[in-house]
């Protein structure tokens, strides 16, 4: 919000669906994995590779939440490194 506000003159909220009924979209699938932590990097390429995102010329997209800016910065260099196409969008990008 504070971005918008530096940057925009007139910001618009806008909210989709109920808003006093916080509800996922049906026509996405979230999916929850818990792994230690070393075996995080396996798993998230395991889940592109499963989803056919691994696959060249493959049209199919994911987001993927990190919870710091050099953990998502770090992620980024390694599916970049394994051939997935992505990109990094943290607070300093």
């Known amino acids: 919000r504070r971005l918008a506000q530096d940057i925009l003159h007139y910001p618009y909220k806008v909210m989709i669906g109920n808003r006093d009924e916080l509800k996922a979209n049906q026509d996405v699938t979230q999916l929850v994995r818990i792994v230690n932590e070393y075996d995080k990097?396996?798993?998230?390429?395991?889940?592109?590779?499963?989803?056919?995102?691994?696959?060249?010329?493959?049209?199919?997209?994911?987001?993927?939440?990190?919870?710091?800016?050099?953990?998502?910065?770090t992620l980024n260099q390694d599916l970049y490194r394994s051939g997935v196409s992505c990109a990094a969008i943290h607070g300093d990008k």
């Open 41 to 73: 990097k396996r798993a998230i390429m395991d889940l592109l590779h499963e989803a056919g995102l691994m696959d060249r010329g493959g049209m199919g997209k994911a987001l993927v939440f990190a919870s710091t800016k050099r953990m998502c910065e």
